[in-house]
């Protein structure tokens, strides 16, 4: 597995090398285009040439976004937990358009987004939801957006229509690349089989595929109900598992070097890093970088990389 990592990490770096060389060699032929243009006075010619610099630019400054992050887990995998938290079949509503959002922002970074767990609300929304990520890296991005997120708007589910505000807990944890990474004992795990709700037709309520995984010793649990059969749930709930005990071991690892360096401020549910402002007015603020945007309907919609990158920038040289 060692032998594989470092292919994987070898194919990486030749792969960075080759798109900052073609984004050289682009660049250079624009400003060779833009001189001949300018010397022979051809306005239309230096329009159109202008025209291709914006997306280079924009692919430069995403580049420029991506060195760093050089954490030792930033370009893995991600593994992205939602859940409802206070206010009620609000909340639930409010988990399930987050899960919306991250699946359009996924798609919209041409990562594949799986959601292999899924709690529904007994009325609407959903309790809780498990996505893998897959791209390179998805939690280097998707590590900005931990923390609580708050909304507030006109209640579809309160008969006076009144205003509610609801809250839900977004987790990001990096995928753990191979078994021995996590050293887990077969004879600490707990396993059980049942069957799975809400999704997948009949043939889900007559077969128990869905997996529930129970880690002992540390009484953390991972399920999974999305996939075809028993064992591919099994499979991706250790996925997710062995996840969560990676967290655990770098949380120590933090908190060890924390307390060398004197002081240790533990995460905690309750100071949202970010609101979402449907009624009175709209608005999307990061309470971390007070970056804002007035369309709430495009960042619910998965345009979420202004605020992603500038909590990014915020973290350089801060140890984030």
């Known amino acids: 597995m060692s032998a594989q990592r470092s292919m994987q990490r070898l194919s990486d770096l030749k ?5 900052w060389r073609s984004l050289e060699d682009k660049a250079r032929h624009l400003v060779e285009l833009m001189d001949l243009a300018a010397e022979e006075g051809d306005q239309a010619m230096a329009d159109s040439i202008s025209q291709e610099v914006a ?3 924009a692919r430069l400054d995403d580049l420029e976004l991506q060195l760093t992050l050089s954490g030792g887990y930033d370009h ?7 859940h409802a938290g206070t206010g009620g079949v609000d909340a639930q509503d409010w988990a399930q358009m987050l899960l919306r ?15 292999v767990d899924i709690l529904p609300g007994e009325e609407a929304g959903l309790k809780n939801a498990v996505v893998l990520v897959h791209g390179r890296y998805a939690y280097g991005y998707l590590k900005a957006e931990k923390g609580v997120h708050r909304l507030v708007r006109l209640s579809a589910f309160d008969a006076l229509h ?25 004879d600490d795990l707990r396993v059980e089989f049942y069957r799975a709700s809400g999704h997948g037709g009949q043939n889900v309520q007559k077969v128990a595929t869905a997996v529930r995984i129970t880690h002992v010793p540390t009484g953390i649990v991972a399920s999974c109900q999305n996939e075809r059969s028993q064992h591919q749930n099994r499979e ?22 924390a307390k060398l360096k004197g002081e240790y401020v533990p995460a905690a549910w309750g100071n949202q890093i970010r609101s979402y402002v449907l009624h009175p007015y709209k608005l999307v603020k990061d309470h ?24 990014l920038r915020s973290t350089v040289g801060a140890g984030g």
Do not use: C
């Not at 792969?15 to 798109?19: R, S």
């Not at 959002?101 to 959601?115: K, P």
């Open 15 to 19: 792969e960075t090398t080759q798109t």
């Open 55 to 57: 997306p280079l630019a």
């Open 76 to 82: 893995r995998n991600a593994i992205l937990s939602i």
């Open 101 to 115: 959002m991250y699946l359009r922002w996924a798609e919209r970074r041409g990562y594949t987004a799986r959601v």
């Open 162 to 186: 009144l205003r509610h505000t609801s809250f839900a807990l977004v987790e990001v944890l990096p995928e753990a690349e191979d078994q021995a990474e996590v050293a887990i004992n077969p």
């Open 236 to 257: 991706m709930a250790m996925t997710v598992l062995r996840a969560r005990l990676l967290q655990i071991q770098l949380q120590k690892q933090a908190e060890t070097l």
């Open 288 to 311: 971390r970088t007070d970056v804002e945007s007035t369309s709430p309907d495009a960042v619910l919609d998965g345009d979420l990389d202004t605020f992603i990158r500038a909590y």
